[in-house]
């Protein structure tokens, strides 16, 4: 176990906000809901290289824009590399066996590494990278609360057919700032197991009883805490005369200006040419780029 | 004691803040890491991503149950939509998302009816059926859509039973020790 495995909260990127104050920060928060609302429906129905590699090179540019530091927004890949990493394994061992008509580069047994499963590799590593990035973006660049008034006026129509709007937008503002309690909640309690020379599973094991002897140490307390904090929360809520469903208003009233319509229009219209422009393939742009 | 609110209902206080942290730690065990477990198989991972949803709908209802698996529900689409051959674009929604928005209702279901047998039979129950429901749902849909072969239920029933057992543990030893309820014979024997 090295110092590096105990720093969960360093690299859980979600619900943190980085208060930089560009222009994507003071993007009226509805307008950054809908257009990241946008970007999700978009990356979660493309499946082909050149649209995702797009929404990628779009949620780098917003990241960029709102000089959210590059090391940090990238430190929020760590926990998914053991999925990278199993995303590649897997589509070389398995994806192409049965495709007919695939070029192979290399094979050996089951191993057959060919241009389907190098494809498969480069967009569904592109897809897990952009949802990654994406999620832990949409926090970075609204405080919690922001993000709770724009799911209240964004989704507010749903009211009258009786979804309960606010209750749902309270919950997810709770979840939010909940992670980054709760991630250094668990690095206590792995400090405090290593400390005792206990077997603390963060490490990738194929053998899954060992991993969940090594884990349930860590998950248990973790729901524990999470239940009791949540008790102490409920208290502090019914004290301040909070009821799930009540009526309410709100001080913080949005404008949208010129600059936040033409960001949605844009926007919008990004994502709509994602989804229904006839992308080429990677192939044809090779064949009419590259090698003509 | 427990989370008390003074007002009732599927969306009272109390089940706002439950469904509210339950979320919290899905989203933890999927940043870490910590609730998949690699199994060198078609399936990839073996999870415990369900049991927050579990003990969710055991706590605070089905519909608690329900938002705390959407976590769970777009984790697991994010992680392996890419990872198969899909026929069309709603084979993924329908296999990756919606079949794992069942989980808490069936946990739910069967805590309830076995709740008055025994308590920690209830749990360990609702824990196991969780987990299956999980597995039949999106095993079912992913051959329905000719993803899997039917020939992978054998290979993964190995993983099925891992993930109904830990489910089943997890569960007990959560929200017994939350409830305070007795499980074996507690202290200690010297």
């Keep these: 176990m090295t110092a590096m495995d105990f720093e969960l909260s360093r690299n859980i990127t979600v619900g943190q906000y980085i208060p930089t104050g560009s222009w994507v920060h003071r993007l009226d928060p509805r ?3 809908i257009v ?12 082909t290289a050149v649209p ?38 897997l589509q070389i061992l398995f994806r192409g066996q049965s495709t007919p008509g695939t070029v192979v580069y290399f094979q050996w047994w089951i191993v057959n590494i060919n241009d389907v499963a190098l494809m498969a590799i480069a967009v569904g590593t592109a897809r897990i990278v952009a949802f990654i990035f994406l999620t832990s973006l949409l926090t970075m660049v609204m405080t919690t609360t922001e993000l709770t008034h724009a799911i209240e006026s964004v989704f507010g129509p749903l009211q009258r057919v009786g979804v309960p709007v606010r209750e749902l937008a309270l919950t997810a503002t709770i979840a ?58 409920v208290l502090a809520m019914e004290a301040r005369g909070y009821v799930g469903g009540a009526r309410r208003n709100r001080y913080v009233q949005y404008h949208a200006g010129p600059r936040d319509w033409l960001v949605l229009v844009v926007g919008l219209a990004f994502c709509a040419a994602l989804l229904f422009v006839p ?14 | 004691m427990s989370l008390q609110s003074s007002n009732e209902g599927p969306f009272s206080t109390r089940n706002i803040v439950l469904a509210g942290v339950l979320l919290a730690v899905a989203l933890v065990l999927s940043l870490t890491g910590l609730g998949y477990f690699p199994v060198p198989n078609v399936a990839q991972q ?24 959407l976590v769970f529900s777009f984790d697991s689409y994010t992680r392996f939509v890419g990872g198969f051959q899909w026929p069309n674009a709603i084979a993924p929604i329908l296999t990756l998302f919606v079949s794992r928005l069942a ?6 279901l069967v805590y309830r009816a076995l709740k008055g047998l025994n308590e920690i039979v209830a749990l360990a129950s609702a824990g196991a059926a969780g987990a299956l429901a999980n597995t039949a749902f999106v095993l079912g849909f992913a051959i329905s859509f000719g993803v899997l072969p ?33 499980v074996g014979r507690g202290g200690s024997s010297v």
């Design chain 1, 31 to 33: 307008i950054k809901l």
């Design chain 1, 36 to 47: 990241f609302i946008g970007l999700f429906a978009a990356l979660s129905l493309v499946f």
């Design chain 1, 52 to 89: 995702t590699g797009l929404a990628l090179a779009l949620i780098f540019a917003i990241a960029i824009a709102g000089r959210i530091p590059a090391g940090y927004v990238l430190s929020g890949l760590k926990p998914a590399l053991p999925v990278l990493v199993l995303l590649v394994i």
């Design chain 1, 176 to 233: 939010l700032r909940f992670v980054p309690t709760l991630a250094e909640e668990l690095e206590r309690v792995m400090k405090a197991q290593a400390s005792r020379l206990g077997e603390i599973g963060l490490r990738s094991d194929w053998r899954p009883d060992r991993a969940a002897r090594t884990r349930l140490p860590l998950i248990v307390p973790l729901f524990l805490t999470a239940l009791r904090r949540g008790e102490d929360l």
């Design chain 1, 279 to 292: 992308w080429p393939t990677v192939p044809a742009l090779w064949a009419q780029w590259v090698a003509p």
């Design chain 2, 46 to 69: 073996a999870t415990i991503m369900h049991v927050p949803a579990i003990v969710g709908a055991v706590l605070g209802g089905p519909v608690v149950g329900l938002i705390v698996n």
């Design chain 2, 103 to 108: 989980i808490g209702v069936v946990a739910w």
């Design chain 2, 150 to 182: 039917v020939e992978v239920i054998p290979v993964v029933l190995p993983q099925v039973a891992f993930e109904a057992i830990l489910g089943a543990v997890v569960t007990v030893a959560v929200v017994a020790a939350y409830k305070r309820l007795a």
